[in-house]
Nanobody, 123 residues
Framework: VQLQASGGGLVQAGDSLRLSCVAS????????TGWFRQAPGKEREFVAG????????RYADSVKGRFTISRDDAGNTVYLQMNSLKPEDTAVYSC?????????????????WGQGTLVTVSS
């Protein structure tokens, strides 16, 4: 399965964006998917994850209540809806998958990574 993230862009603080992670050559069935981000000069950090069940989701404290991760019914696209964006959300966002049932927060669990999409939030 190849992953492709898209949907990034330049927005103002308070705006919304929806990122998409599309799986080609397969689906997200029996895979957990995570969104991670890396800001310039900082380490990669977990943002949100969704497990085998669409109801199994986890979020970083910094995005709880603002970001929502979801998966479409066909099982080949995972979304990250980002609302009330802040300048500190500026980063390259990447999606990744692993075979765990639950949504892991540790990037070391993730085996398959897609290329990232840049999100820039201006103040």
């Amino acid at each position: 399965v190849q992953l492709q993230a898209s949907g990034g862009g330049l927005v103002q603080a308070g705006d919304s964006l929806r990122l998409s992670c599309v799986a080609s050559g397969g689906t997200f069935d029996n895979l957990s998917t995570g969104w991670f981000r890396q800001a310039p000069g900082k380490e990669r950090e977990f943002v949100a994850g969704i497990g085998w069940s669409r109801y199994n989701t986890r979020y970083a404290d910094s995005v709880k209540g603002r970001f929502t991760i979801s998966r479409d019914d066909a099982g080949n696209t995972v979304y990250l809806q980002m609302n009330s964006l802040k300048p500190e959300d500026t980063a390259v966002y990447s999606c990744a998958t692993n075979r765990r049932f639950d949504a892991a927060t540790d990037s070391g669990w993730y085996e398959n990574w897609g290329q990232g999409t840049l999100v820039t939030v201006s103040s």
